[in-house]
C-alpha cells in the first residue's frame, strides 16, 4: 500500500511540476518574418547536481563509483559518451526541440540575421531504476543580432526544466540530461511560436 501512494505522489508532483521558462527581457516579436535563426551554445561552466559540484568535481565523484562497480573499461566507455554528449548531442537535442515549434527553422552554422545562444547554468543527472527521475537543465537563452552580438534582443531564463517526454536513453545520466536540452528547446520554441501569432 505504501508503495502504490509513493507512486501515486510522484507521478503528481511530476505532472504538476511547472516548466519554469520566462523571457526576462525584450520580446520575441522581432523574429516575424524570420525563415532561419542561428544557434550557438556557450558552454562555460555549468553546476551540477543539488550540490552545484563543478564538473570536474561531478565527473571526479562519477570516476570514482563507475571503476568500483565496473571497472576501468566501462570508465572510459561513459567518459566517451559523455564527452560526445558535451560537444554534440546536447546542443542537438537542444536544436530539434526548438524545432518542433516549426514556424522557424533553427541550425548551427548557418548564415541568419539572429543568433540564439545557449549557456547552460546548471544541470541535474536524476536517476533510473523502479522510478525514474528526470534530468533538469537550468539555461540562459539570449538572441542577438549576428552581425552585433553586443545587441541582445531578447533574454530567456530556464530554471530547472524537467527532461520529459523524449525518445532519448533515459538508462543514462547524459541521456536525461539530453532530455532537459530537448524539453528546454520546445518550451522556447513554444514562446517564440506565441510571438508570432
Do not use: C
Not at 552554422?109 to 541535474?124: G, R, V
Not at 522510478?131 to 530554471?159: R, Y
Amino acid at each position: 500500500m505504501k508503495k502504490i501512494f509513493l507512486l501515486l505522489f510522484v507521478a503528481i508532483a511530476t505532472a504538476t511540476f511547472a516548466q519554469n521558462l520566462t523571457v526576462t527581457s525584450g520580446n520575441l516579436s522581432f523574429l516575424k518574418g524570420q525563415s532561419e535563426v542561428n544557434v550557438e551554445r556557450n558552454y562555460g561552466s555549468p553546476l551540477f547536481q543539488a550540490e552545484n559540484f563543478s564538473e570536474t568535481e561531478y565527473l571526479e565523484r562519477r570516476q570514482k563509483e563507475t571503476v568500483a562497480k565496473k571497472g576501468e573499461a566501462s570508465w572510459k566507455t561513459w567518459i566517451d559518451t559523455w564527452e560526445q554528449h558535451v560537444e554534440t548531442i546536447w546542443t542537438e537535442k537542444f536544436i530539434e526541440g526548438l524545432n518542433k515549434s516549426k514556424k522557424i527553422k533553427f541550425a548551427q552554422n548557418i548564415e541568419a540575421k539572429y543568433t540564439l545562444i545557449i549557456h547552460p547554468t546548471w544541470m541535474y543527472a536524476g536517476w533510473s531504476g523502479f522510478v525514474t527521475q528526470p534530468g533538469k537543465l537550468s539555461a540562459e537563452i539570449t538572441i542577438v543580432e549576428t552581425a552585433n552580438p553586443s545587441n541582445v534582443l531578447a533574454t530567456i531564463k530556464g530554471d530547472k526544466i524537467e527532461g520529459i517526454g523524449s525518445k532519448v536513453d533515459y538508462g543514462m545520466e547524459y541521456g536525461r540530461i539530453a532530455a532537459a536540452y530537448e524539453k528546454t528547446g520546445k518550451e522556447v520554441g513554444k514562446e517564440i511560436k506565441k510571438a508570432l501569432k
